[in-house]
């Protein structure tokens, strides 16, 4: 089911980009703002520290000359000054993320993408299952309001065009917190290949840019999809 929504709601908001920039190509990722991952170490060839072998290791940590192989989240333990201390090295749960005017933090098993033209930024932010958050920033003139309906409106278009049978009182108003302040939107809920959905469209303006939020999920990844957008969109500026 999710391989039906998502490229509805990408192709979706591609057309808005379009339609804010049809003039100029999206810039190559050498002009992108740059993104936080996490990547293991290649072996580097060095010889392993004297506390720690064992197959896995991804990291290598270089202490007073020596190199020891660790992995992630394994203890070892390392000489110091006659002493030995016991140490973790632990990948980051939480990412970051700063660029076109914002900044917002991820949980680590979620990837982000980020596309560019004229006028319109995007940040897409998804993980394995329906887990779906996109981010669009405006530098160009956008009325908040006209671009929420227009939003919702294509929404629900492009979903009813797949199939998707829309609940009763689907485009509800929902709030969230966004940027610290308590943001008003619109819930659309509706069916897709036997799933049940829900989309979230905001929009709030940020000093001269306008920012859209789109969240989405399905109904059988409500619990753990919570969690995730709790940490974006908590730490949204």
């Given at each position: ?10 192709t979706l ?121 996109m981010i ?69 303006r940020k ?31």
């Amino acid at each position: 089911m999710w391989a039906n929504a998502r490229p509805a709601i990408v192709t979706l908001l591609g057309l808005f980009v379009a339609a804010c920039a049809p003039t100029k190509p999206a810039e190559s990722a050498a002009g992108a703002s740059p993104t936080v991952s996490v990547a293991a170490t290649e072996p580097s060839g060095e010889p392993v520290g004297p506390d720690v072998a064992s197959p896995g290791d991804q990291f290598e940590l270089l202490i007073g000359g020596k190199v020891y192989s660790v992995a992630d989240g394994k203890p070892f333990e390392v000489q110091i000054g006659g002493e030995r201390i016991e140490a973790t090295i632990r990948s980051k749960q939480v990412l970051q993320y700063e660029g076109n005017g914002i900044s917002f933090r991820y949980p680590k098993e979620m990837t982000l993408e980020e596309e560019r033209s004229t006028g319109v930024s995007s940040i897409t932010v998804e993980a394995a299952d329906s887990t779906f958050l996109m981010i669009q920033v405006y530098t160009v003139d956008v009325d908040p309001a006209t671009l929420s309906q227009s939003l919702v409106d294509g929404i629900e278009k492009e979903m009813r065009s797949r199939g998707g049978q829309f609940h009763p009182g689907s485009g509800s108003t929902v709030h969230r917190r966004l940027r610290g302040e308590n943001v008003e939107g619109t819930r659309l809920e509706f069916t897709l290949a036997k799933e049940s959905m829900q989309t979230e469209i905001y929009v709030l303006r940020k000093n001269k840019l306008i920012v859209s939020v789109l969240i989405q999920r399905s109904d059988d990844d409500t619990i753990m999809a919570e969690r995730r957008f709790k940490v974006i969109t908590d730490s949204l500026r």
